[in-house]
């Protein structure tokens, strides 16, 4: 069966099964100059620190999927979390450092940097392996979301429009897949207990600020 998008109210959702989350996850990007640059500097981080694995994560782009889906302009990114995987310096020092440097590439954002080879020891879990092991433990499965950009990638930001990207040259990653975030559902984790989840639920309100978002069945 053909895939069909159905737009009500700024929603879509799909009927099918030709589901294509990450083609409109690039589209969006692409028209978002905001997220554009804080990737480009994001970008020059890793390419400085020869990191190989590291994502702009959770609201950057679960934020933007929530907010196109129900018609509503960009979310003002009030934190980017620049998450890395680097098991040869887990020290706090070295996160305060690469935090410094990207408040010094793009000081008009806020920066908070955490590498997950040690995020295990807070939250009482085994050692995670990479950034995506380490997201399958946060609390919000539609949380587990990110975005990078490869070594060799060049964004022609335009003045107006939307900026095309190829996506050969970006890496996007949903560890529980894309179905509940596009879907516009929230799905507690089971790997973690339930009252964090419960509680962040009512830190954040989302459902509040997205009233089309509805809780997955438990």
């Given amino acids: 069966m053909p895939m069909t998008i159905h737009r009500q109210e700024g929603q879509e959702r799909q009927e099918g099964h030709a589901f294509e989350p990450e083609a409109r996850l690039l589209h969006w990007l692409g028209r978002d100059e905001a997220r554009l640059l804080a990737l480009m500097a994001a970008r020059q981080l890793a390419s400085e620190e020869r990191l190989t694995d590291w994502l702009l994560a959770a609201g950057f782009v679960r934020d933007l999927v929530w907010d196109n889906l129900h018609g509503y302009p960009a979310s003002s990114l009030n934190d980017i979390d620049f998450i890395y995987f680097c098991a040869k310096d887990t020290s706090r020092e070295r996160d305060a450092r690469l935090e410094a440097r990207l408040r010094l590439l793009a000081p008009e954002y806020p920066w908070s940097v955490k590498n997950q080879a040690r995020m295990h020891l807070r939250n009482a879990d085994r050692p995670y392996r990479s950034t995506e092991d380490a997201m399958g433990f946060w609390p919000e499965q539609e949380t587990a979301v990110g975005v990078a950009l490869r070594e060799d990638m060049a964004i022609p930001l335009k ?60």
């Fill in 159 to 218: 003045e107006a429009g939307s900026t095309a990207l190829d996506p050969a040259q970006v890496r996007l990653v949903s560890v529980f897949g894309w179905h509940g975030l596009f879907s516009l559902q929230l799905t507690a984790n089971a790997r973690r207990d339930r009252t964090v989840f419960e509680q962040r639920l009512q830190a954040k309100a989302w459902l509040t600020r997205y009233p089309q978002l509805r809780l997955a069945p438990t």
